[in-house]
């Protein structure tokens, strides 16, 4: 079982729809993040937990709202979305937020936004 | 503004050398790395550097100069696997990682 797993790793939906993207990792991290990947443009950071408490949130719009239940997963739920929002959204662990170690990547969850 | 720069494509031989470039400005230096993403896949983690020098590990070598900005990381012995983009980042004065859009990188037997 990989570290870090993402669900559904393909996702179509229409602007009116709702849908959960779901994350977890079996690390032991106590930071977790939500990650938007556009093809030639660099990790956009939209959310950090760290031991379950959002510390960051960069100005991402209401449409995305993250849930962290626990320090092993993460949801971002999405709803209302527009064709822009189409992307790859990366869920990643780390030891803590802030510490200087590197980030765990699950494989991501493709979003096509119709 | 904060920026990382490194060049969008890149294509080598199978069985050469390719050293692919990162130049950054950022508000403070905390660390700079080095990810790998093959198509599909999740980013993964290749190489960390702190202090000025060069870092190697295995065909995998990174360098980084604090004072220049500047950090390239070096494959040698280029294999067909190793065609995947290649992300830098950099750790700033709040510990906010800054990444550039990455490398693609293209090998060709």
């Known amino acids: 079982e990989t570290g870090v797993t993402q669900t559904p790793r393909h996702l179509v939906m229409g602007m009116t729809n709702k849908k959960s993207l779901k994350c977890e990792q079996h690390l032991g991290h106590n930071a977790m993040y939500w990650y938007k990947q556009s093809a030639k443009k660099p990790l956009e950071l939209m959310f950090v937990?760290?031991?379950?408490?959002?510390?960051e949130n960069n100005s991402v719009p209401s449409r995305f709202s993250p849930e962290c239940p626990n320090s092993s997963h993460l949801f971002l739920h999405l709803h209302t979305l527009q064709p822009e929002d189409s992307a790859l959204y990366l869920c990643a662990s780390s030891q803590a937020s802030g510490d200087t170690g590197e980030l765990f990547f699950g494989e991501g969850s493709r979003l096509t936004v119709l | 503004g904060q920026n990382i720069d490194q060049p969008t494509e890149m294509t080598a031989t199978e069985g050469a050398i390719v050293q692919i470039n990162c130049t950054y400005q950022?508000?403070?230096?905390?660390?700079l790395f080095w990810y790998q993403q093959h198509a599909g896949e999740a980013p993964t983690f290749l190489s960390y550097?702190?202090l000025d020098g060069l870092e190697e590990k295995g065909r995998f070598s990174s360098f980084l100069s604090r004072s220049k900005g500047y950090s390239y990381l070096l494959l040698k012995e280029l294999q067909m696997k190793d065609s995947a983009s290649y992300l830098c980042?950099?750790?700033?004065?709040?510990?906010?990682?800054?990444w550039g859009a990455g490398t693609k990188l293209i090998i060709k037997p």
């Open positions: 980042a950099v750790r700033d004065s709040n510990y906010q990682l800054i």
């Open positions: 950022t508000s403070g230096f905390n660390g």
């Open positions: 937990y760290n031991f379950k408490e959002q510390t």
């Open positions: 550097n702190v």
